[in-house]
């Protein structure tokens, strides 16, 4: 009875490390330039998604990488806001090491369906406020990134690309960014990165 009951935990045990496999062919290009971030199936851009990606100074890191965690509800470590004894936000973008005043408190940063793929950056579901804003991570609006999450698994490859935008966009310009659907296109960046066939074949 005991073998047998070693035998199907172990089986079980390696189903769910086959299901956790990243799927061959897929992976993520995040293109700081455009703002985009694409999950790419085969070679065919399956997810388009408006991205904020690090701000001046705090660049989200150039690269090839791999998804090394997924976490459905993570909270940052180091970023957060501070709030006052009666809840109210007296930093919005706070660091961990700020003085807290007596009565208030650090809460740390909401990073919803967070992928990890190089040190301290990920993707994760947040604020897209026209610009690269972030503390590095890669900002998607919140269906995109449980869309991404729910398709990529530990070890999909992560490449990230392109030179952040020095100007600030233009809200209307971002809006209608925003309100992209999920595409099954090719944009000019993968044009470059894969040949041929075309994707409508």
Not at 58 to 82: M, P, W
Not at 125 to 151: D, H, K, M, Q, T
Not at 162 to 190: C, E, I, N, V, Y
Request: charged share 25%; glycine share 8%.
């Amino acid at each position: 009875m005991r073998l047998l009951l070693s035998l199907l935990f172990f089986g079980t045990l390696m189903m769910a490390a086959a299901r956790a496999q990243p799927r061959p062919g897929t992976s993520i290009e995040i293109d700081l330039q455009e703002q985009m971030a694409h999950l790419v199936e085969d070679g065919y851009v399956v997810l388009s998604s408006p991205i904020a990606s690090g701000r001046i100074g705090k660049e989200t890191t150039r690269g090839t990488f791999k998804v090394t965690q997924k976490e459905r509800n993570h909270f940052s470590n180091l970023y957060g806001k501070i709030v006052d004894a009666r809840g109210n936000t007296i930093v919005a973008d706070a660091d961990v090491d700020m003085l807290v005043p007596r009565g208030g408190r650090f809460v740390p940063a909401a990073m919803r369906y967070f992928l990890r793929y190089n040190g301290a950056e990920g993707m994760h579901a947040g604020v897209l406020p026209g610009r690269p804003a972030s503390n590095g991570c890669v900002r998607l609006p919140e269906a995109n990134a449980i869309a991404i999450f729910n398709a990529v698994e530990i070890g999909t490859p992560v490449t990230v690309f392109g030179t952040t935008p020095r100007g600030r966009a233009r809200q209307q310009d971002w809006d209608h960014l925003s309100d992209r659907r999920p595409q099954q296109r090719r944009t000019q960046a993968f044009e470059r990165r894969f040949a041929e066939p075309p994707w409508w074949r």
